[in-house]
């Protein structure tokens, strides 16, 4: 399809297992981005990627996350030793100037 | 009915009567807003945009108010219905296209 697509949709891990989220953004978008939503929360800001510039860190809430975008186009998330606060909706979004297209995120569940 | 952001994140409607969803932004340079519209298990879709040197703009049954004195942003849904229920969040460009999401709020259509 044309949209921004995740995978898993679905994660189970066990507590201090590392898991690795995918983004497939839309072709051509330069901007990708991610966010956490926690149940029945807001969406928080993790990092965001443009174009060829350096990514913008300032959202990840430790050392344990990082994200990579191979190439301008796919992006993995990672959490290294997940713990049971890590458990949330990841969310994917990307766009070319203005618009964010989000993905239909990655229920992430730390057991 | 009317809702303010963080302190009023619920709003209940009756169908047919018209909705009124407030956010307060935080950046007075911001230049772009988004409203985002998340029904469950989704993720967040685009309703509408604007621009700050705007301070209003109509779509299909939705319309976006932007007044920059205050920061101020809301969403008007005329004739709301039960396909309206969701969550309703505002985003603004804080910088480069980076956006950052308010709390957001619940929107229940009463039949």
């Known amino acids: 399809g044309a949209g921004v697509s995740q995978s898993p949709s679905n994660k189970v891990t066990e507590k201090g297992k590392d898991v690795e989220l995918r983004c497939d953004p839309i072709s051509g978008h330069t901007a990708l981005y991610w966010y956490r939503q926690s149940l029945g929360q807001g969406l928080e800001f993790l990092i965001y990627f443009q174009g060829n510039s350096a990514p913008d860190k300032s959202g990840l809430p430790s050392d344990r996350f990082s994200a990579e975008r191979t190439g301008g186009s796919v992006s993995t998330l990672t959490i290294q030793r997940t713990q049971q606060e890590d458990s949330a909706v990841y969310l994917c979004a990307s766009s070319l100037l203005t618009e964010a297209f989000f993905g239909q995120g990655t229920r992430l569940t730390v057991v | 009915g009317e809702s303010v952001g963080l302190h009023l994140p619920t709003l209940s409607v009756q169908e047919g009567d018209n909705s009124i969803i407030n956010c307060a932004y935080s950046n007075s340079a911001s230049d772009y807003f988004i409203w985002y519209k998340q029904e469950s298990g989704k993720g967040p879709q685009f309703i509408i945009d604007?621009?700050?040197?705007?301070d209003k703009r109509q779509g299909q049954r939705v319309t976006v108010l932007l007044n920059k004195t205050v920061k101020h942003l809301s969403l008007q849904i005329a004739a709301t219905q039960p396909g309206d229920s969701a969550v309703y969040f505002c985003?603004?460009?804080?910088?480069?296209?980076?956006?950052?999401f308010g709390a957001g709020t619940t929107v229940t259509v009463r039949a």
């Open positions: 985003a603004e460009n804080i910088s480069d296209y980076k956006l950052s």
């Open positions: 604007i621009r700050s040197n705007m």
